[in-house]
């Protein structure tokens, strides 16, 4: 696939850039220009700043990155929380995306009870350190999952430092509904959920996904909530799909 816009990818909540290995490998092969950055906090990357703690700030961290190291307008993937980012995203920076990928995420800000899990999760990492995501893996993992994709994960969530995850859940919590605005995303997108994601389940997507005018869904059979590292060929294909079939790329002769 030559000449098609570079491939922006926003990893999720604990995780990192690494996340999106087996997508990294796969669409660099078929010579694409794939780009993942870490948000700020994650990875080896420092946090913002205390005032600059919010979904919002790290929807202008991707903008900037976007200027600095891609061609834009990019295709931009999002996974869960880097789904609300790359909502965010959309919202304020528009022109920088010809196509969006919503990967296991959804629109709307936190429940009242979820916000309340923030804070305990938040409290936890204060006393505990990172040990306090322990539990995570079972969370976004299907039941399924090997053993070793298992330690994979926990072992991602235990390099995190504790700091960027308490700024990363405080951003969450105080995220604003952006489902008003799915109707004004005009662009090609595409939305991919594992059929056994426990923290946005298929039902909930598939109705979130149908309110975006050029929209199309697709379900990973027997994945949770992580598709892109369970259910890696499966999301590849579903991405591989969607991209052959944009028309910027399909007008081109040389595709
Ligand atoms: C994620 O996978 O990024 C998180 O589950 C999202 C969240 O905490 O809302």
Known sequence: MKNIPDLVLIHG??????????QVRFFRAAGMGVLTPDLPGFGSRPGNPAHRCSIGAFAEDIHHFIARHANSPCMIGGFSMGGYVLLALL?????????????????????????????????DLQAEGIGALRQ?????????????????VAEMIARQNPAGMIQA???????????????????????????EDVITPPNLMQRWCSQMPDSRW?????????T??????AVNAA??????????IALRPEN
Do not use: Y
């Open 13 to 22: 909540f604990p995780l990192d850039q690494e996340m999106w290995a087996e």
């Open 91 to 123: 919202n304020r920076f528009p022109k920088d995306a010809c196509a969006a990928i919503f990967i296991d995420t959804h629109p709307a800000a936190d429940t009242l009870e979820a916000r309340q899990g923030r804070l305990k999760s938040i409290a």
């Open 136 to 152: 995570m893996p079972d969370r976004l993992l299907s039941p399924s999952a090997p053993l070793q994709l298992r330690s994979r």
């Open 169 to 195: 859940q405080m951003a969450a919590a105080m995220r604003i509904d952006q489902s008003p605005h799915l109707p004004e995303i005009k662009i090609p997108t595409l939305v991919i959920g594992g059929a």
């Open 218 to 226: 697709v379900e990973i059979p027997g994945a949770g909530h992580l």
């Open 228 to 233: 892109p590292m369970e259910a890696p060929e």
């Open 239 to 248: 991405i591989s799909h969607f991209v052959k079939q944009l028309p910027q």
